[in-house]
Each structure stands twice: as C-alpha cells, then as structure tokens.
C-alpha cells in the first residue's frame, strides 16, 4: 500500500488542488451540533496559531491532472468552505470588495487549462451545493430537496448567521466610532477568513482508490463518524460504477434510504442490514457487518446484494410499520404479532440472536401457513410465531 502523509494548512490544500467527493460517500449530513462545534474549535478557541482539525485522506481522480477524490473528510471539508462563502456574502453586503473577491477566488478559481471552477465537487449534491452555496449571487434551484440537500441549506444558514453575528456585534459596540466601523467589521470578517485558512490538516494521500480505500476503512471501522451502513454503501458502490450519465446503483440505494426516511417511525439503516443479512446468511454483529460483507459479497455478487437488499426493505418496513401495509382479512395474527413487536425498540428487534425478527420480516409476505426454521431449530408456523416471538422478545439477548 502506498501513500503518503503531511501537515498542511487548509490553504495550502486549497490551492494545490481541487476537490471531489464520490457518489459512494456518505451524502452530507452534519447537524447543528457539529456545525457549532467546528465553529468553536476554528473560529472561536482559535488563537490565530497552528490549530490541528483532524485528517483527510484522498486518492488521485481517474483521468484527472489536478483533482483529487476525497475519501475521507469531505463532512469538514465542505464545511470550511461554507465559512469562506459566508464570509464573501457579509463582505459582499458590507461594500468591501477586496475581501469579497480575494475570498471568492478560493472557492472558485481558475484551473491550468485556463477555465473556472469551483474547488469542491460532490458528485450527488454538485448542481444544489455549486448553486445555494458556491455561486456568487442568489441561487436560482429554489428550495432544498431531500435530506442531503436540507442539511447543506440548514448548516449553510446557520454559518451565515455566526459571521453576521460578528457585524452585528461591531455596529451595536458604541466603543467604536461610527467611522470606524467598516474597518473594524473588514478586520474581524479577515481574521475569520486567515482562522480557517489557516488551520492544520494531516493530508493523507494514496496512490490509488483501493489505497485510498483501505485507508479510510482502517481510520473508520473502529469509528467514531462513521455507522456500518456508510461502509457497505461505499464497498457495494464502488463494485457498481455507473453508466455514462445514469447512475443506477446509486438509485436503488437511495430508493431503499428513501423508504425508510418515509417510514412514520425511526428506521436505522444498520439494524436493516443486520436483519437482512441474518435472515440470508448467518450470525453477526454491528463490529462485523461490513468485514462480513466485505468477505463475502465480490464484484460478481454486488448487484445481486442490492436486489435483496431492495426486496428486505420492503419487508422490513412491514415488520417495523405495521400500519404501512395492507393486510388481508386472513393476516390478522401476522398483524397482531408484528403490532406486538412493534412497542419493543428497533434496537431489540434487530440485533435479536434467535432471528425472530427475521422470521418476522419474510412472515410479513407470506399467508399464515407459511413454515420457517427457527434460529434454535424448531419449525414453526406463522401462528405459532405470535406466542413464541412475545417470550424470546422479552428474552432477546444483545448479541453484540
């Protein structure tokens, strides 16, 4: 494996490159609470010395001379760049033009073939990211649409509103004269600006994307940021490539994502996948889930994955929503069974060791004849389902 490894300042970054975020990446899903943090640790903590953020690791992209894929940091990295966008927007409101475009020029610069670009691309959010954020002037795309889209309007507007807060907080201070004032408000805007510039990153570059990749499973699979989910959408992803400009594993993905976002109770996509592949090919555990799936899903086996993956979703919505399906006069017990498990926690009902949930999730499309092995080796039907699930439900261990 090579790669190579170097404290840089986020400016030096900056210029150097220009950014990519894979479609098999997670989409952009920061909260307020982590953009409040990093505003703390950049901007407000931040004394103006060397202030280390953490890492990214990045390969070079395919085809491309000055463009970089980012594999792992791109959550902070887009962030940053939505500070340096606020910032030109206030000195843009404020009448200082100097500011507003030296801080634009490192957002959106020109490349060694002489044409303009924005220094950050993600692949599933570009057109709404280049056009709220990035784009100098109003947006003309409307409102957000989809989750990703929402998370990036809503950090984007709260970034807006700190550095507003910082004019706001010079034009109410009566120690400044009034013809003082734009200076102050230029210099506060700049130390703003030179804070997140110069910020310290550990800039991790692989040779290539399998490099690349290993180096964000071993930095995350212990992880703090990252669920199992994330790792099998990018190991199951990068098995998939799409085709010219359709991106269909990409949209089977997110049409399972999509269910469940639509589910009226909280679905976690990591319980599905423990259910899913309990039910299809043995034990394991959330540690283990991606290194399972890794072992034993290859190219040759993605798009089947995927299918069964989009077939469980269906199910397991049944199973965790009763009310989401139309049920036959004759399914009244299955009904009452999953209503039951229903009161119990996902988190119960996902990482059960016996596999009722499992038995519950393909009963849940099947009549009440419908025979499945137990986990302990009993046969059982449907209605005897009902009985045994209530007592293994509150025996359910947390095999983990």
């Known amino acids: 494996m090579k790669f190579t490894s170097q404290d840089r300042s986020l400016r030096q970054i900056l210029a150097g490159n220009f950014f990519f975020v894979p479609r098999y990446q997670r989409p952009y899903s920061w909260t307020r609470e982590n953009v409040d943090d990093l505003w703390t640790d950049a901007v407000d903590d931040n004394d103006g010395g060397d202030y280390f953020i953490g890492s990214m690791v990045v390969h070079p992209k395919q085809g491309s001379k000055d463009t970089v894929a980012v594999i792992d940091g791109q959550q902070r990295l887009t962030t940053l760049l939505m500070v340096l966008r606020a910032v030109r927007e206030v000195a843009d409101e404020q009448g200082l033009t100097k500011l507003a475009n030296g801080t634009h020029n490192v957002v959106e610069r020109k490349d060694e073939e002489d044409e303009t670009r924005f220094v950050l691309r993600a692949e599933t959010s570009r057109k709404f990211l280049d056009d709220h954020v990035f784009a100098r002037g109003p947006g003309q795309l409307g409102d957000p649409d989809g989750t990703e889209q929402e998370a990036i309007a809503d950090a984007f507007a709260r970034i807006c509103g700190y550095v507003n807060d910082e004019v706001i907080e010079v034009q109410e201070d009566e120690a400044v004269k009034p013809a003082q004032k734009p200076i102050v408000t230029e210099a506060r805007l700049d130390a703003i600006r030179d804070k997140i510039l110069g910020l310290r990153v550990v ?28 790792l099998v959408k990018a190991q199951l992803l990068q098995h998939l490539p799409k085709k010219g400009g359709l991106d269909a594993p990409m949209e089977r993905w997110q049409r399972v994502v999509a269910k469940f976002d639509a589910s009226q109770v909280d679905i976690d996509m990591t319980d599905f996948l423990l259910a899913a592949w309990r039910s299809r090919y043995g034990p394991t555990t959330r540690k283990s889930l991606d290194k399972d799936i890794r072992k034993t899903i290859k190219k040759s086996d993605a798009d089947r994955f995927l299918s069964e993956l989009s077939d469980d979703a269906e199910r397991y919505r049944q199973v965790v929503e009763p009310s989401y399906r139309r049920w036959a006069r004759n399914q009244t017990e299955p009904r009452d069974s999953l209503l039951f498990f229903s009161t119990f926690s996902s988190v119960n009902r996902a990482r059960c060791s016996c596999r009722c949930c499992e038995l519950a999730t393909r009963s849940a499309s099947a009549t009440p004849n419908y025979v499945e092995r137990c986990g302990r080796s009993r046969t059982i039907t449907s209605r005897s389902m009902c009985s045994q699930a209530r007592v293994r439900a509150a025996e359910c261990p947390r095999s983990m």
Do not use: H, I
């Open 203 to 230: 800039f991790v570059e692989a040779a290539g994307q399998d490099d690349a990749t290993t180096v964000f499973v071993t930095m995350n699979s212990r992880g703090k940021d990252l669920e199992p989910s994330d």
